[in-house]
């Protein structure tokens, strides 16, 4: 069946460094991704999204790469704070007829270290 | 603005016991979604309601309900617990129009573990 997973479960970076998390998907039919972040004992909370007529989108030190011809995503967070510790997910969209859901990756434990 | 709020946050029940977990939000938002998300898993869609009216099932929505009891509310309902239901649920909801329609805006969880 379709899917949404993601390459790395854990990723540990120093603080100051740039950290790149990963995701695949099979479903070509998806028009819109999200990432989302989960701190511990919280609800996700959105990052960025990006469209699937686009390939590249920044916000504030965040930047998502997609790349329709291998299906691969990518979430890259520039100067990596202390804060930024937490589980992220990839989410992507797809149109039903009674309505659209978000199918959610495993998601990926960010660490990190002072 | 309070965004999607969850009651209760914690709760334990025995086995056979049904409960209802309560969702509302004030965002004026058109679709509204339960997931379950198990240690070490992503968010699992149990059941959606794409608007007031209408409920549809998600990935995993075998011993569980819904009721879309107007366009705030989406509670959830497990009427003879089991263990396996064990988990955190989030409800969230989103707008269908405009600038940021298909982002689904989450709350802080339900944290039910089943005896």
């Known amino acids: 069946g379709e899917s949404v997973g993601l390459h790395l479960p854990t990723l540990s970076v120093q603080e100051g460094d740039n950290s790149i998390i990963n995701c695949a998907y099979s479903?070509?039919?998806?028009?819109?991704f999200i990432w989302y972040k989960q701190e511990s004992g919280k609800g996700p909370q959105f990052i960025i999204d990006?469209?699937?007529?686009?390939d590249k989108r920044q916000g504030q030190r965040v930047t998502v790469l997609l790349n329709k011809t291998v299906k691969h995503l990518s979430l890259q967070i520039a100067a990596t704070q202390p804060g930024d510790s937490a589980v992220y997910f990839c989410a992507e969209n797809t149109r039903e007829t009674s309505g659209s859901r978000l199918t959610f990756g495993e998601g990926t434990q960010l660490t990190v270290n002072p | 603005n309070a965004g999607v709020t969850q009651t209760p946050k914690f709760q334990v029940l025995k086995t056979g016991q049904s409960m209802t977990l309560q969702c509302a939000q004030d965002m004026n938002h058109n679709s509204m979604y339960w997931y379950r998300q198990d240690p070490g898993m992503g968010l699992r869609l149990i059941y959606y309601?794409?608007?007031?009216?209408?409920?549809d099932k998600g990935e995993v929505p075998n011993g569980y309900n819904v009721s879309r009891l107007n366009k705030r509310e989406f509670s959830l309902r497990l009427e003879s617990a089991a263990p396996s239901q064990t988990s955190v649920y989030f409800c969230a909801s989103k707008q269908i129009r405009g600038l940021i329609k298909n982002i689904q805006y989450f709350g802080a969880g339900t944290r039910l573990s089943v005896l």
């Open positions: 990006i469209r699937s007529n686009m």
């Open positions: 479903n070509s039919a998806s028009d819109y």
């Open positions: 309601s794409a608007s007031e009216g209408t409920t």
